[in-house]
């Protein structure tokens, strides 16, 4: 009973000690600095990059996908460092241009759902980001080679971090099997819609009939995907710089149009 006894009152005391310590604090520091918690979230499972991901058609169900923008996020997926960097790679040959003699559409979207799903099952997803070399173009890879993600963050040029992540110009998805025969390189170039700068800027409301709508204007982005038992960096670089010079010219000719108008 002592022991209780004595258990009682240091409790006691320490909830005393507690009272006068926070009645020593200003009531306007008390208001701030409040802790939110997100329940179930750790590194590798981050709801508003999950959401992110799922916008670039990947869901990962494993729940562990790994954000990279800076050597460090690579210690925390539990990847090695690159030991260069900058690191220069010179890119492989040409691979094909959806749309082309060599690369349809449709085969192109077969191979790119296929791999998408694949991605979505991985174990852990690892994210490179970045700007293209050389431009201020940014980069998403989304790829389940973890030494490619560990050469990526030493090839590509580092962007500012955004919050909440949202989708880049260049996306792309490289899928490693140790099982399989098969081996596919391509990339596609779509045009969407955008709110435009200007809209987002300036007071100044379009109204379509349904509603008040922010004015749109085209956008071009790039899809990259890649499948083998073991994926060269050269073939990526290879997706990356012919995305980010077919982005450049459909930029230019849609200025030159401006321009005539």
Sequence with gaps: MSGRHLLIRSSWALSLTQKRTMSAIPESLTRVGRTEVFPNEYPGQNYAFNWCLNGDGVTPLRKSAFRITKPLDLKVAGLAVPKTSPLRVKASDAIPEAGSDALSFETFDQVSQRTRDLLSLADHLYCPEGHVPGTKTGVRVITNAGHLATSLVAYLERAPRKEPPESLPITVYVLEQADTSESFAGFAIEEIEVSTAAAANADQE??????????????????????????????????????????????????????QA
């Design 206 to 259: 379009w109204t379509t009939g349904e509603g008040t709508a922010a004015p749109m204007e085209p956008k071009s982005v790039a899809s990259v995907v890649i499948v083998g038992k073991k994926v060269d960096l050269k073939v990526v670089v290879a997706g990356l710089e012919l995305s980010q010079k077919a982005l450049a010219a459909d930029e230019v000719e849609r200025e030159a149009k401006k321009q």
